[in-house]
């Protein structure tokens, strides 16, 4: 049996990311393909909780503390994505790694102990960039509530994606129409498909 595609959505907050990951699972499973929805920071864990209440602003860590939290909310569900994608599921993930290293080095951590932690994960097979200008995004519905949703910072955290990209990653405009965008990140999606039916790779693993 072929595995699953593990397709990742990064970008700036407020880009339209949960939606579009949301309508493309939506839109697989409809086609008999089956697909699992995964977001990180996956705040039902016990990690995750702690994550959560930094975000929200009621607890207090340090930049180097939730960087590692948010690497280790990665890891725990590790071994279910790579049984998931073995067993033929599609996974479509709403941020990662990517996110990780482009927040914590927009705070000015160095760009290599970022990355360290997150060495030997699951590697994604197309990576969708949702993009949108900051100034942009601040005028969505919102915009703010959490810590890192100020202008200057997100400026920073969109050159920091832009540091990463290789060819596995689209670049989508995010400010166009909602359904245009899906109807592109569909197209995307079945260019991946044919690709891996074509010839399947083994799960690469992240930055090694
Ligand atoms: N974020 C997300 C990080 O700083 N590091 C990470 O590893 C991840 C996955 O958490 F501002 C940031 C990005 C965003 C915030 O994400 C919450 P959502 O997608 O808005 O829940």
Redesign the pocket.
Known sequence: MARGLFILFEGC?RSG??TQSTRLVEALNSQGIRAKLL???D?TTAIGKM?DGY?TQQNKLSDEA??LL??A??WEVMEQMRADLESGTTLIV????F??VA??AAKKLDFKWCKAPDVGLLAPDRVFFMDIHPDDAAKREGYGD????KREFQIEVRVKFFTMMDNSWSIVDANKDKDEIHRQIMALTSKAFAKHNEAESPIKKLWT
């Not at 709403?94 to 790694?97: F, I, P």
């Not at 959490?146 to 949703?149: A, H, L, P």
């Open positions: 907050d990311k949960t977001k990180f920071p705040r994550i975000l939730v960087h948010f690497s909310n990665r709403d941020r990662y790694a996110s990780g927040f914590s959490e810590i890192y949703e």
